[in-house]
């Protein structure tokens, strides 16, 4: 199956999924065939390819996520104000998740992770 997100003003607004014999592989070119096949169907708009194994444009694509036409990839929301964009496109705490096998919450008040009593 092939996956379409649209997008609208930089926003992903719905994905889809049509059959590969629509949008055959390889990317890129399945892109341009899936989008023909989507605009025969009558649906409007900007549609772009989504890999469901993220193996090109970073990410897939969700509804609320942002496509950044100039580094062609989709970048999910931003889970909190602290946290930044790395190079690979995933957002980045302050502060790295602790590794000692606890359970913890990002507390965006006070910067830091809270352990989890389980």
């Known amino acids: 199956m092939a996956h379409f997100a ?3 003003n930089g926003i ?3 994905v889809i999924v049509i059959s590969n014999a629509d949008a055959p592989d390889p990317f890129p070119e399945s892109e341009a065939l899936g989008q023909a096949f989507i605009a025969s169907l009558g649906l409007p708009g900007v549609w772009r390819q989504t890999s469901y194994h993220g193996t090109f444009r970073a ?4 509804i609320g996520y942002t496509y950044d ?3 062609d990839v989709f970048i999910p929301p ?5 946290w930044t964009l790395d190079e690979s496109w995933d957002w980045q705490p302050p502060t790295p998740y602790p590794d ?4 913890y ?9 809270v352990e989890v009593e389980q």
């Open 6 to 8: 649209q997008i609208d």
């Open 12 to 14: 992903v607004q719905q």
């Open 59 to 62: 990410h897939y694509a969700g």
């Open 69 to 71: 036409a100039a580094a």
């Open 78 to 82: 931003q889970p909190f104000p602290s």
């Open 100 to 103: 000692d096998g606890n359970t």
């Open 105 to 113: 919450v990002w507390d965006e008040d006070t910067l830091t992770w």
